[in-house]
Nanobody
């Protein structure tokens, strides 16, 4: 199982960015998918998750600004980042929970700066 994240880059404060992540390999059922992030000098933290049934969970710091979505048929998960803030600067990692095992993508870096 491999995860490939993309979409990172430079975003101006208040701007938007869409991150994507695709899962490939021997996959039967993907349970939940989601995103974590790790800012410089900080621990990795949960950003958002989405289950197969579409139940979403967001960190308080991104609630109302970020939107997670999922294309089950394409084994993809997305993170729409709106109203970005400098404190959103981090490396964003996608994950997929498959048969109770969590698989990680390589990370995509987002920098929010003017």
């Amino acid at each position: 199982v491999q995860l490939q994240a993309s979409g990172g880059g430079l975003v101006q404060p208040g701007g938007s960015r869409r991150l994507s992540c695709v899962v490939s390999g021997s996959i039967f059922i993907i349970d939940s998918m989601g995103w974590y992030r790790q800012a410089p000098g900080k621990q990795r933290e949960l950003v958002a998750t989405i289950t197969t049934s579409g139940i979403r969970h967001y960190a308080d710091s991104v609630k109302g600004r970020f939107t997670i979505s999922r294309d089950i048929g394409k084994n993809m998960v997305y993170l729409q980042m709106d109203s970005s803030k400098p404190e959103d600067t981090a490396v964003y990692y996608c994950y997929a929970l498959i048969h109770s095992r969590r698989y990680w993508g390589q990370g995509t870096e987002v920098t929010v700066s003017s």
